[in-house]
């Protein structure tokens, strides 16, 4: 370690995020990207006019993108806050609500950017066990008395927890916040964002990274109270006032107003979803039941990391984790038909070489 | 204060950023913004065709400008990492070299985001009161054991510290990092860039918000030896990987690119700076050696909240901090010459009425 490094920093957990090569070589279904462009509304509302004011500071409470993201939801603006992706989002909400005191759980297997954050800020975590068929069963939680952030549908399984369940855990405990990370809803999974006005408790995360095909465009938004989110306020103007630039307010905004094409792209995924799955069912793949826009799925007849490399080497990226419980699985991003049906005819070749 | 904020986020110094009125009704002279739109590179570079890839994440590794800033300040990709908005660069700042053994200095009058940084990590800062000038004398630091942060220039003064004595107190203690908030120096003052090779415990933070028209794009950049580099990346990814969007890449390569834009724009607000200081020296006011893109100036006619107030009332915006050492005066963003002309005479017409 750099003798310049502070104690703190030696003890980080930084995350490996997925590859992203910056040639178009591959078909690329390794990190639950959008195939689809952004909305013609977007590239509308990204007008030379807009360009042209780069040289002023972008507006730093975010008011039109909130606004439009309020509107949406059947919310007020006090109820939104706007983020440099949804992690940015979720390392406020480990400021805001975790600390001395005031622990995190979270489950063994989820989003692995938890452990990082809760790194980034000394946290000792408590990790709670997903269930043996990969079930995240909010008993396990109910008696732990810290902050629980709970990633809904879960990654990398795409399994989801019915709002029902939320709810119990919300009414436990009232003092304690859950926060549901809910970065891939809108594929099917229930929402809990109509729970909002009913437990001030709740902080829904939502990102533009899937479901609005921004994910270059770094967007993502809280929802809750607006205890919660006068909280998450106050740790942002501690780090990054100006946190979300010009153009991605512009873009956030417009995507967020265009439900027929959200509605078009998101419908997409889920018919290719179940498509891909009947396919590699049939080629005697296990895929576990996904909500999400991406499924995690195996074969007994060639391990996980085999397989995302013979992928990769065949111009396939997919993404496979090599940890405990799940190294026999690789996660593929629900893509086009093409690119589903190139998934397939490859998976189909390989498991006919082994 | 909220039952759900942790004891860390309760202890938070939030920053107060400059009015960011959205509608353009003002002469706004008070976030020291450029005053000339990006440069025609910029916007030919976000093209259609990019932002149609805005469904695709960002290159976490920001290759594409990070060469374009490299080659810029000749050094290499290494020694360079790029942020969103260097408020984000100086927050990896803190976690990486700032901590329990490590502690940290700055000035009592400098950037007041350095003090909610340090809250926000938690560091007992230790405060070095500028001299009775507020010149920044670098012999104050000489025996300080933690890490130092130097705005040079100085914000709000706008006054610099010369080159010799940065390195002076690079050399006293090789393992101590001193880090050079560089945010304004591109209007005239000494950058300590030339140094990098040379010195393993300097790190130069920089901007595109000023210099290269780009605030609201929010690109900042951080130079130093590959070491502290690699340090700012190992919090960079506990923190949020996908730091830099798409478009922010785009723009800030074409920016830092064009390098007779940025002498032309650069070289228009140093002739501005003249001319206003010359303007409002005539009119009695006291102005501070300024060798960044604003100026700080007080009359002794007319307090300096009340200048603020009357020349906002009609329609020119500076910034006032209500604050020991400096409520006498104004800070002024130096904008174009129009802008400039009407704040010499706004003021003009105020201290007559006085």
Redesign the interface.
Known sequence: M????????ER??????GE?P?DAQYV?LN?N??????SPR??KA?S?AE???????????C??LNSAIARRYELQPENVITG??S??LL?FAF????????GVAYADITYGFYK??A???GLDATVIPLREDFTLNVDDYMDFPGTIFIANPNAPTGMAVPRADIQRLLEADP?R?VIVDEAYVDFGAESCVPMIYRYD?LLVMQTM?KSR??????VGFALGSA??I??L???K???????V????II?GAAAVEDEPYFQACTGAIQNNRAWTVRELEALGFTVLPSQANFIFAKSDRIPGGELYRKLKENGILVRWFDADRVRDYVRVTIGSLEQMAALVDEAARLLEEV
Chains 1, 2 share one sequence.
């Open positions: 750099s003798r310049f490094l502070s104690k703190e920093a980080l957990a930084p995350y490996t995020p992203q910056q690329k990190t990207e959008s195939p689809f462009p952004p977007v590239l990204l030379r360009l042209l004011k780069l040289n002023l500071y972008s507006d730093p409470t008011a039109a440099n992706g992690d940015e390392a400021r805001a609500f975790c600390g001395q005191g005031k990082s954050q790194a980034f800020f003092d916040v408790n990274s095909s921004l994910a270059g465009g770094r205890e919660l006068a909280a306020n106050r740790v103007y501690s780090f990054n006032p100006y946190n630039n010009r153009l991605s873009a």
